[in-house]
């Protein structure tokens, strides 16, 4: 199995529901990572985890709550969003947190804030 | 201030016409440099990884090279198709951090 898989694939929520996303790989890859991308612009880094650590969190509003259950999942707790957080929420994956490795990405989320 | 240009902004082509793709950095220390292809909608998908020592790598159809001395790598596209439609994106890497380009957007046209 040498694929990132999300759920989700679209998501429409109020300012005040919680919601989760849900991002599932099975390569044995120790580091995962949430990025947010909007329209025509890259990806933005969201959150690294690796071996089931947070370890970089890139100032991210507190409405965002990221969780590593293990090292095969990765979710995204959905809290009192913002219209303006409307956007593909992309999960990626690579055998360690190194720039060396390439990262696998997920199909992605299509999170849209009402 | 680390930073990855892409140009042009987009690019329409037709059908089996090569086209080129430019990247420019000012990131530092570089450690290495990659080329996405993404669909709309989609996650990205790795084309191709330099390092600092090659100068060209080729994965099918697409050629990327890469100039470490001007910091300027290309994506090379050859005889291409319509499935080649999508966003093009330069990552490059200085050994902590990953720096997105903007991307290329590619339409091939028939």
């Known amino acids: 199995d040498t694929e990132v898989t999300q759920t989700p694939k679209h998501l429409v929520m109020g300012m005040t529901n919680k919601k989760s996303l849900k991002c599932e790989q099975h390569?044995?890859?120790?580091?995962m990572y949430w990025y947010k991308q909007k329209a025509k612009k890259p990806p933005e880094l969201m959150f690294v985890?690796?071996?089931?650590?947070?370890?970089i969190n890139e100032s991210v509003p507190s409405r965002f709550s990221p969780e590593c259950p293990n090292s095969s999942l990765l979710n995204l707790h959905l809290h009192a969003l913002q219209p303006e957080d409307s956007a593909l929420y992309l999960c990626?994956?690579?055998?360690?947190?190194?720039?060396?490795?390439?990262?696998?990405f997920g199909p992605g989320t299509r999170l849209t804030v009402l | 201030k680390n930073q990855v240009e892409q140009s042009p902004q987009s690019l329409i082509i037709l059908e089996g016409k090569n086209c080129t793709l430019q990247c420019n950095y000012t990131v530092s220390p570089f450690s290495n440099l990659r080329w996405y292809k993404q669909d709309t909608g989609r996650g990205p998908v790795s084309l191709t990884i330099?390092?600092?020592?090659?100068n060209t790598k080729s994965n099918g159809r697409y050629t990327a090279t890469l100039d470490a001395d001007t910091k300027q790598s290309s994506l090379h596209i050859t005889a291409s198709q319509l499935s080649d439609s999508a966003s093009y994106i330069c990552?490059?890497?200085?050994?902590?951090?990953?720096?997105f380009g903007p991307g290329t957007r590619l339409s091939v046209l028939p």
């Open positions: 990552v490059v890497t200085d050994g902590q951090n990953f720096v």
């Open positions: 985890y690796s071996y089931e650590k947070l370890s």
């Open positions: 390569m044995g890859h120790r580091a």
């Open positions: 330099m390092t600092f020592s090659e």
């Open positions: 990626a994956s690579s055998p360690e947190w190194d720039p060396r490795d390439t990262q696998y």
